[in-house]
């Protein structure tokens, strides 16, 4: 059974930084691309990041990009979100997503979210 779980979201006050993690579990993390997307209070789904198989190649957003940074642990099955800079349009749901393909592809499965607050 694939499983992701989020966590590190929370409140965080304008300009500050948070780091997400996403554990994975119940398929081979390192044959996959894996992503960010987040949905605001009223809002649809944004993308935010994605980032392939091994690490190499990484997209963001255009509201993300030179604050949010992507990353993976292959030995961990852990995915990564550095938050920087964070703005109250940032405050939304994070779900980390699995990829079909090793470098891109549909998103087959979504963890449950943790939820980013930026307010003062």
């Known amino acids: 059974e694939v499983q992701l779980v989020e966590s590190g979201g929370g409140l965080v006050q304008p300009g500050g930084s948070l780091r997400l993690s996403c554990a994975a579990s119940?398929?081979?993390?390192?044959?996959?691309?894996m992503s960010w997307v987040r949905q605001a209070p009223g809002k649809g789904l944004e993308w935010v990041s994605v980032?392939?198989?091994?690490?190499?190649?990484?997209y963001y957003g255009e509201s993300m990009k030179g604050r949010f940074t992507i990353s993976r642990d292959n030995a961990k099955n852990t995915l990564y979100l550095q938050m920087n800079s964070l703005t109250s349009e940032d405050t939304a749901m994070y779900y980390c997503?699995?990829?079909?393909?090793?470098?891109?592809?549909?998103?087959?499965?979504w963890g449950q979210g943790t939820q980013v607050t930026v307010s003062s």
């Open positions: 997503a699995k990829v079909s393909g090793l470098y891109y592809g549909s998103i087959d499965y």
């Open positions: 119940g398929f081979s993390f390192d044959d996959h691309a």
């Open positions: 980032i392939d198989w091994n690490g190499v190649s990484t």
